[in-house]
């Protein structure tokens, strides 16, 4: 693989599900995001993590948690999905937090809750 | 609050030049960003600035002014390709992105 892999594509849940959803990256960058994009709203930021074992509270972190256990891998976890959470999710990484180190996104979930 | 500002959509002609501007509050800058993103796909890099000035990348160019909390992208050339979404971000004091809602551009033949 090459970049950032995202799983599922997309999904339905039913209200109250627990969800996982995945996230890998092979390019061995030190910070992962985990954003979601509403229609009419910018991306925002629900949790990060500048590098492996550390985590972070972005601007919507309510309902949602992750783990960073190690480089790679950066799963976001719905403990009890809800309507409001339908969403497009993208996860991204980039080298670093600071300098001209852009984010490199995933292909996105797509993620409905009924 | 932290505040981006972008045209909701803007629409111009193949072979055109087409300015899309951000404008900007927030706490603390350590850089503004500009991504493409086409329609059910993710953002890609375009341009990154952290200093005044124009920094030019082929038919593309991103200008910033800190000192008005404002910047511009310039396409020049256009292609029916470059319809897509145009977003703005800023890396806050706490190093994290601030998105604007983007800007969609429709290039007509």
């Known amino acids: 693989i090459a970049g950032i892999t995202q799983a599922p594509t997309s999904q339905i849940l039913a209200a109250g599900r627990r969800m996982t959803l995945r996230c890998t990256q092979d390019?061995?960058?030190?910070?992962m995001y985990w954003y979601r994009q509403d229609l009419g709203l910018g991306l925002r930021l629900i949790h990060y993590?500048?590098?492996?074992?550390?985590?972070g509270k972005g601007e919507v972190p309510d309902g949602y948690s992750v783990s960073r256990a190690n480089t790679d891998d950066f799963p976001l976890t719905l403990a009890s999905a809800v309507p409001s959470q339908t969403s497009v999710y993208f996860c991204?990484?980039?080298?670093?937090?600071?300098?001209?180190?852009?984010?490199?996104f995933g292909p996105g979930t797509r993620l409905t809750v009924l | 609050g932290q505040n981006i500002d972008q045209p909701t959509e803007m629409t111009a002609t193949e072979g055109a030049i087409v300015q899309i501007n951000c404008t900007y509050q927030t706490s603390g800058f350590n850089g503004l960003f500009w991504y493409q993103q086409h329609a059910g796909e993710a953002p890609t890099f375009l341009s990154y600035n952290v200093l005044d000035g124009l920094e030019e990348k082929g038919r593309f160019s991103s200008f910033l002014s800190r000192s008005k909390g404002y910047s511009y992208l310039l396409l020049k050339e256009l292609q029916m390709k470059d319809s897509a979404s145009y977003l703005c971000?800023?890396?806050?004091?706490?190093?994290?992105?601030?998105w604007g809602a983007g800007t969609k551009l429709i290039i007509k033949p």
């Open positions: 991204a990484s980039s080298d670093s937090v600071a300098g001209v180190n852009e984010q490199f």
């Open positions: 390019m061995r960058h030190n910070a």
């Open positions: 971000a800023v890396r806050d004091s706490n190093y994290q992105l601030i």
């Open positions: 993590s500048n590098t492996a074992g550390t985590t």
